[in-house]
């Protein structure tokens, strides 16, 4: 399905997200009275330059195992690999369309971007709208107000190293507009690269190039987002994955935990087929809660190694119906 290439993402060059000389202006103009955490935040912007890193393939970068340990996001890796492939022979730094994937609550999705963010490794932004802060959480709060902070894009750009990270808005349904404020109000310019080069976070009040953001959102259902929003994404349906599916994801979630940890080194490197089959019929989401606990139940009886009986599946499945 997938090409078998050599990863290779070099650094393609630099680029300015800010203008160092408009952020002194501010600072030398700030009152006595001003926000302090706005004179902090001005002071550390100077002090990380606005130069970031912009990276762009050299050859395909490997994809394998995205396909292999994600087969119901085959459609979606498929376009994405199209988009990388057009500038590996360029000067044009990476360069995806803004991605919206729909599915069922634990089908994957957020791990899905986490993943592909690996794979591009230019950082990643999580801006989940489900927050009780989510009304300012992408673009910030005026400095006028108590505790107001700068929002979850400008940070990004702030404290990462590239001019082009991956941001994922995950649950994008879930922003609630019953207020005067629009949630997903920046969203508007963000989401288009004319705009996006002069995002202004209503904290700093100084604008930053974010055009170089690769977007993706995530959402159960899709006519609890605005079209405009919708227009400007390609918006991808992630189904259920089949039987065969389910065992690869399962196997890869096994690996993954076992692998991120010392004491994994003392349990198989794959599943037994009867602690597989029980895992089988459970989303992505609650397969790692059950193999989590798992992995704990196997300590406490003495073993390393899975069973069957380690396995609760009605711990990892009683919340899945609860307010979703």
Not at 172 to 180: L, R, V
Not at 241 to 270: M, S, T, V
């Amino acid at each position: 399905m997938a090409a078998n290439v050599s990863v290779s993402i070099p650094v393609a060059g630099f680029k300015d997200v800010y203008e160092v000389g408009a952020v002194e202006k501010a600072l030398q103009e700030l009152s006595p009275s001003a926000n302090e955490s706005l004179r902090t935040l001005y002071e550390k912007m100077l002090r990380a330059g606005g130069q970031r890193f912009t990276v762009k393939p050299s050859s395909l970068p490997q994809m394998d195992a995205l396909f292999e340990d994600l087969p119901n996001f085959g459609e979606v890796l498929e376009d994405i690999r199209r988009q990388l492939a057009l500038c590996v022979d360029s000067s044009d730094p990476i360069e995806l369309a803004p991605v919206l994937l729909l599915g069922e609550p634990g089908i994957g999705k957020t791990h899905f971007a986490r993943r592909v963010a690996g794979l591009i490794g230019t950082g990643f932004g999580l801006v989940p709208m489900s927050s009780l802060t989510a009304g300012w959480i992408l673009s910030g709060a005026s400095s006028q107000w108590k505790n107001a902070k700068p929002g979850k894009v400008f940070d990004t750009f702030l404290h990462g190293e590239y001019a082009n990270p991956v941001m994922l808005v995950d649950e994008i349904d879930k922003a609630s507009a019953e207020g005067q404020y629009d949630p997903l109000g920046a969203l508007y310019a963000l989401l288009e690269q004319s705009t996006a080069t002069q995002f202004v976070d209503e904290f700093v009040e100084l604008p930053i190039d974010a055009s170089g953001a690769v977007w993706f959102a995530t959402a159960n259902d899709a006519a609890r987002i605005p079209e405009p929003i919708l227009n400007r994404m390609n918006v991808y349906r992630i189904e259920p994955p089949d039987a065969a599916g389910a065992a690869r994801i399962a196997r890869a979630i096994y690996r993954e935990i076992r692998e991120a940890h010392d004491w994994g080194k003392r349990f198989p490197q794959a599943l037994s087929a009867d602690v597989l089959e029980k895992l089988v019929p459970l989303t992505p989401r609650e397969m790692r809660r059950v193999l989590q606990a798992a992995f704990g139940n196997a300590k406490i009886a003495g073993r390393c190694e899975l069973t069957a009986e380690d396995v609760d599946t009605q711990r990892g499945s009683r919340r899945q119906r609860i307010g979703f």
